[in-house]
């Protein structure tokens, strides 16, 4: 769920305001949208995923970053759950250089806006290599992978609990089993 604020904002203003929020918020369109907190199987879900590319990847080369800022454009900031940026980043970065790889855990209010508005956003970075949308009320992924052609018009879609995300990129695979490792559907 979001709520958004009235208050119009550029993206440098943005920034450094919400590093002084106690709350979490997106700069859509130059206006201040409150992020709500999520369920705990959402957290549980964006952690083992994060997890599952840590322990993947060489940290010399890549960064796994929890809801780390994403310039998507001259008024809009996103935050999604993980990211993957080249780790050669500065410390004091407080948005993602070059981002391969992105991430987002569905929920019920965020599905219009992870599936539309965010997937559109993302695919126009010309450094995004795969964009992954998971369900957190089953085993179901969207997939978007760039090829030499671009991105295709839809996402791949997962739902076989033993299927795997391949990220070409990264050179890995990440099994649906593995993000899914401490959810129980029910």
Do not use: C
């Not at 199987?41 to 840590?54: E, R, S, T, V």
């Not at 900031?77 to 948005?95: I, K, L, M, N, S």
């Not at 993000?179 to 129980?184: C, K, P």
């Amino acid at each position: 769920m979001t709520v958004q604020t009235p208050v119009q904002m550029d993206k440098s203003a943005f920034l450094t305001w919400a590093e002084r929020q106690e709350e979490n918020f997106e700069l859509v369109r130059g206006r201040i949208v409150m992020m709500t907190g999520g369920l705990r199987g959402h957290w549980q879900i964006a952690f083992d995923l994060a997890k599952a590319l840590d322990a993947r990847l060489d940290p010399d080369t890549w960064a796994v970053l929890p809801e780390f800022g994403v310039d998507v454009g001259p008024s809009t900031v996103r935050f999604p759950d993980v990211v993957v940026d080249p780790a050669d980043g500065a410390r004091t970065d407080r948005t993602a250089t070059a981002p391969v790889f992105i991430a987002e855990v569905l929920s019920p209010s965020s599905e219009r806006i992870d599936l539309g508005d965010k997937a559109a956003e993302y695919l126009l970075l010309p450094s995004l290599r795969t964009y992954l949308v998971v369900a957190q009320d089953e085993p179901k992924a969207w997939v978007w992978t760039r090829t030499s052609a671009g991105f295709p018009p839809g996402p791949a879609v997962l739902d076989d609990p033993q299927a795997a995300v391949d990220i070409p990129a990264l050179g890995i695979e990440l099994p649906l089993s593995e993000i899914y490792r401490r959810i129980r559907f029910e």
